[in-house]
Structure formats: C-alpha cells, structure tokens
C-alpha cells in the first residue's frame, strides 16, 4: 500500500508570496493533519481535516489555510510569506481521527 | 495547555549500549501515546501504547506505559548506528487547537561505532 505523498519536496521563495502545498493520504485514509516542524519548535499542529471539513485548527496567524478534496487529498496554503515560514511541513494520515496517524515525506520550504 | 516533555534532548552512545527515553505528559482527555522514529525524513510510527504497564515490543525497542505518574518510556537494547535517530513521543487526545497528537521537542540520539 503506497504511504502519505506529498509534493513538491523541496521549494524556495521570496518573501512576499505565496505557496501551496499538496499532500495525498494512505488509500483509505480519510483524516489528514498538517504540521511545521522548525529546529526551535519542533513539531506544531497547523490544521486537521476529515470529510472535507476543517476539524481543528492551531494557533497560526490566517495567513496559514487549506481545504480538503473529496477523494481526501488536502493542499495548504500559505500567503505572504515570511522568513520564519521557512520550514519542514508535514502531513499524515489517518483513517478516522483520532487515530494513528502516518506521515508523509514532508516539504521543505525556504523563504529568501 | 497540554504539554509533552522529553528527556534527554540530546544523548551520544556507543554501539551496544542500552539507552532509555522518557516522555512525561499532562494532557487531558488522554486517549494514547505514540513514539515516532524520525531521520532526516518523515516520522515513522514505532509504537502506539493505551493501558498502564503493558511493555510493547519490537526487535530491540520496547515501551511502557504508566497511566498514573503519566510517563512513557522508550528502551533500545544493544544499540546501532543506524538507530542515530530523533525520537518522538506524541499523545494522543480527542482533538482541539494542539491537534489530535500534541509532541515533545524529541531526544536526539546519536550511536558511534
């Protein structure tokens, strides 16, 4: 069964702009979480998704959002941009929440 | 605010040594704990523990749960270098602003030959 795929791995930006980032759940999984991972923070909750509905949100400011599509696959997007947005963002799966959840490969963000 | 402690954050070993991790919580609605082994890559799921005093046990590595003085702790026996890892302890609870899994900051464990 293939795992949590996400894309793209690796992206650079310019403060500013804007990014979206997409994430594929294990076949069958119908929760998908999303997580920044900074050296300093470790691992922060950003948003949680099932049936197509945001369930639980983290404390990130609104420039920070994302959807989920019907065949469960989610995006997250991040407008204007920041230095301190450059990150590792994970996203992983689950069948239901609260469940086990698995993660994907995750994609690195740089932001000049 | 639901936390998750880990210590040691960082440790150097040898191979074949025995290292313990801990992991002390306080969360509410407490559902499980999970330990995640993470290199430089995704977090892959090592352990899920729900009930007090039952070790889980896989090759070298085992945990346990105590539900009472809410800690977990991680052993590896005879360690390798490719157990050089970042170990994660999440708990597990029903949901809210910190998400269904609430993280340590993880142990960094480094094996030298």
């Known amino acids: 069964k293939a795992g949590v795929t996400q894309t793209p791995r690796y992206l650079i930006k310019t403060r500013g702009q804007q990014v979206t980032l997409s994430c594929s759940p294990i076949?069958?999984?119908?929760?998908v979480s999303w997580y920044q991972q900074t050296p300093g923070q470790g691992l922060q909750f950003l948003f949680e998704?099932?049936?197509?509905?945001?369930?639980n949100k983290g404390n990130f400011p609104g420039r920070f959002s994302g959807r989920q599509f019907s065949n469960s696959r989610s995006e997250m997007n991040v407008s204007t941009l920041e230095l301190g947005d450059s990150a590792l963002y994970l996203c992983?799966?689950?069948?239901?929440?609260?469940?086990?959840?698995?993660f994907g490969p995750g994609t690195r963000l740089l932001v000049l | 605010e639901d936390k998750v402690v880990q210590s040691p954050l960082s440790l150097v070993v040898h191979e074949g040594d025995t290292v313990t991790l801990n992991c002390s919580y306080e969360v509410t609605n407490f559902r499980s704990l999970l330990w995640y082994k993470q290199e430089k890559k995704a977090p892959t799921f090592l352990f899920m523990l729900t009930s007090s005093g039952i070790e889980k046990k896989s090759g070298r590595l085992s945990s346990i749960l105590d539900k009472k003085e809410l800690f977990s702790i991680l052993n590896i026996t005879a360690t390798q270098t490719g157990d050089s890892a970042v170990y994660l302890c999440a708990v597990g609870n029903y949901g809210g602003s910190q998400g269904n899994l609430i993280f340590g900051k993880g142990t960094k464990l480094s094996v030298k030959p």
């Open positions: 998704y099932f049936s197509e509905t945001q369930r």
């Open positions: 076949s069958g999984h119908r929760s």
């Open positions: 992983a799966s689950s069948f239901f929440p609260p469940e086990t959840q698995y």
